[in-house]
């Protein structure tokens, strides 16, 4: 098996502790993303981390919004999270479109009232956002749950839960 790209080799990981890293590349990746959809996301910062080995084992992806903690030690205000083992198999157009789904989370809202941002996640459509699937179907979503099953040997019924 290959060496995660974005592994730490000199952290011993157990099976209970998760690691932890920024990622450069899903931060250029992302970049990319808002750029070719003109994605507006205000003043919002996210921060991009990979979860190694993974969130969990039908948890692809997520983003959250950043606690008041984790905004003042960050500077973030949403996190995109993606469990490593998988972004370390995905093709770079994968990579996107996943990153893509975790955007459409990101909703920041000024209130005119306050005269301030309220930074709030946006839910899914139904399983995805429309302006994905209208433009792009489902075959990445569909790519992302078989490597998902392939690399924790998961059942059909399994791979069928694997969300984002």
Same mark, same amino acid.
């Given at each position: #098996?290959?060496? +995660?790209? !974005? %592994?730490? +080799? !000199? =952290? ?5 502790? =998760? ?11 992302? &970049? ?21 080995? !993974?969130?969990?084992?039908? &948890?692809?992806? &997520? ?21 490593? /083992?998988?972004?370390? #198999?995905? /093709?770079?157009?994968? =990579?996107? #479109? ?8 990101? /909703? +920041?809202? %000024? ?10 996640? &946006?839910? +899914?459509?139904?399983?995805? %956002?429309?302006?994905? !699937?209208?433009? %792009? ?15 924790? /040997? ?6 069928? =839960?694997?969300?984002?």
């Amino acid at each position: #098996m290959a060496v +995660p790209q !974005n %592994f730490n +080799p !000199n =952290k011993e990981v157990t099976l209970t502790e =998760k690691q932890l890293n920024e990622s450069e590349e899903m931060e250029t990746l992302a &970049r990319e993303v808002i750029e070719q959809y003109n994605m507006e996301l205000g003043p919002a910062q996210v921060g991009y981390i990979l979860v190694y080995p !993974n969130i969990s084992k039908q &948890r692809a992806a &997520r983003c959250v919004k950043a606690s008041h903690e984790v905004k003042h030690y960050s500077g973030n205000d949403y996190l995109i999270e993606v469990s490593g /083992d998988l972004w370390d #198999m995905l /093709d770079k157009e994968t =990579k996107k #479109m996943l990153l893509y789904h975790e955007l459409l989370y990101i /909703d +920041p809202v %000024f209130k005119a009232k306050s005269q301030a941002w309220k930074m709030t996640l &946006r839910q +899914p459509d139904f399983a995805d %956002f429309y302006e994905i !699937n209208d433009k %792009f179907g489902n075959n990445w979503y569909k790519t992302i749950q078989a490597t998902v099953s392939s690399l924790y /040997d998961l059942d059909p019924k399994q791979e069928s =839960k694997v969300k984002m």
